[in-house]
């Protein structure tokens, strides 16, 4: 595995589509094969999962949690995992109005499983804004963008405000490997 496609599928979650990349869509991810009937290479899906504990304290949200930013190739085996602390480091970068709570975050403490040549370190030091979105049947994963604000991202998320647990699924693309 490519020891930047991790860091990649990371760039296109949390900060939108890296420079000059442009998706494979691939009409059978099973057998690799685009429309055309050419081969490309092995394709798997990246993408975030967290669980955390929020509490109030004097009225303000706190966080402390973990995420996994993973790479699950396409036979269904986890390829690659990196796993972080995740920390509130300030309030939201922007308000959110359709946000329940909406927090500045930070990774640390980072390791990898299956990532050769991978550096754990490079995830430490993250700064991110998540939100909670409550809806009627659903909750989702708020990400804040400096370029678009706040966004609801394709993502499962739950969060209950008596215990504080929240925890989110968030697949964030195909990628070639």
Known sequence: MSTSLLLLALAC???????????????????????????????????LSGAATLSRVEGAWTYQGTETAWFQAADGST?????SE????????????SCEWALTLST??????????????????????????????????????PEYGWYAVA???SFD???GSFEYEWPIGYFSY
């Open 155 to 157: 993502a499962t998320a």
């Open 161 to 163: 405000a008596s215990t």
């Open 108 to 145: 640390s403490g980072s390791t990898a499983q299956g990532c050769a040549g991978l550096d754990a370190g490079a995830y430490d030091g993250q700064v991110f804004s998540y939100g909670y979105v409550r809806g009627e049947d659903y909750g989702s994963l708020a990400v804040y963008y």
């Open 13 to 47: 979650g949390r900060g939108g589509p890296a420079e000059g990349h442009v998706p494979v869509v691939l009409d059978n991810p099973d057998t690799g094969t685009t429309g055309t009937g050419t081969t490309t290479p092995p394709q798997g899906i990246a993408g």
């Open 79 to 83: 390829a690659c995992q990196v796993d």
């Open 86 to 97: 995740v920390v509130q480091v300030a309030s939201a970068a922007a308000p959110c109005e």
